[in-house]
């Protein structure tokens, strides 16, 4: 380093703030609106279109009719979803919304396909 100097002053004024960093999982910081998180599915609401499954990006939702009527379960493979939201935009009956949830690492891939009645 040539002027190793001139990184004092620096060095000494961030040494004196404490970390911009939290202690996650013991701190948590507020999850702010709008943000992205796990999709619900709310069957009641569904009209079984499959716009969700035609628009998402990262092929994550599977739409299904179970049963005779016209009852659908959605399943979010949630190791392919990139959360961002576009089968909620895409969806004509707002059957799907974003929730804050973000804590859903998994040990075991088959666990995270989410399947939603
Ligand atoms: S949030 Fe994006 S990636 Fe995930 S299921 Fe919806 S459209 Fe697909
Ligand atoms: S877009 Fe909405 S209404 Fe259509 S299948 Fe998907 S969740 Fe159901």
Known sequence: MKYPGKILPE????????????RYPYERTEIPEGFRGKIH?????????????RDCPAKAVEIEKIGEDKVFKATFYL?????????????????LAST?????????????ADIQK
Do not use: N, W
């Open 79 to 95: 190791d392919h979803c990139i959360y961002c939201a576009q089968c909620v935009d895409s969806c004509p009956k707002k059957a």
């Open 100 to 112: 804050p949830e973000f804590e859903l690492a998994h040990y075991q891939r088959d666990k995270l």
């Open 41 to 53: 599915f709310d069957a009641k609401l569904c009209i079984g279109c499959k716009m969700c499954m």
């Open 11 to 22: 060095v000494l004024k961030t040494a004196m703030k404490p970390p911009v960093t939290v």
